[in-house]
């Protein structure tokens, strides 16, 4: 079951990355990595996926790093730039559909 959290910090989200075996960044300057890829690479012994998804405006470079040497993987959510409160309802539903919950 899908658990949404409110907005936090990226500096405090990281501290709870340990409590997944998967952590999916949407990030608009990735260009090459896709959620499917990410997911076909990762297979199906993954039981807690953490999505994070960025303020308006996007993350820094900054966040960006401190996300990737945290375990985050960084994916593409395609040419469009969504609004914070829909892009993870799009990344979730992918997800779902992905992993055969749709």
């Given at each position: 079951?899908?658990?949404?959290?409110?907005?936090?910090?990226?500096?405090?989200?990281?501290?709870?990355?340990?409590?997944?075996?998967?952590?999916?960044?949407?990030?608009?300057?990735?260009?090459?990595?896709?959620?499917?890829?990410?997911?076909?690479?990762?297979?199906?012994?993954?039981?807690?996926?953490?999505?994070?998804?960025?303020?308006?405006?996007?993350?820094?470079q900054?966040?960006?790093?401190?996300?990737?040497?945290?375990?985050?993987?960084?994916?593409?959510?395609?040419?469009?730039?969504?609004r914070?409160?829909?892009a993870?309802?799009?990344?979730?539903?992918?997800?779902?559909?992905?992993?055969?919950?749709?």
């Amino acid at each position: 079951m899908p658990e949404i959290g409110i907005p936090v910090e990226i500096k405090n989200i990281v501290q709870d990355f340990d409590k997944y075996g998967m952590i999916i960044a949407a990030y608009e300057e990735e260009k090459d990595t896709t959620l499917k890829s990410v997911l076909r690479k990762a297979g199906s012994g993954i039981k807690a996926i953490a999505l994070v998804i960025g303020p308006e405006g996007g993350f820094t470079q900054d966040e960006v790093e401190l996300l990737r040497s945290s375990r985050a993987v960084s994916v593409t959510m395609g040419p469009r730039i969504l609004r914070t409160e829909t892009a993870g309802i799009v990344l979730l539903s992918i997800l779902m559909y992905e992993l055969g919950d749709m």
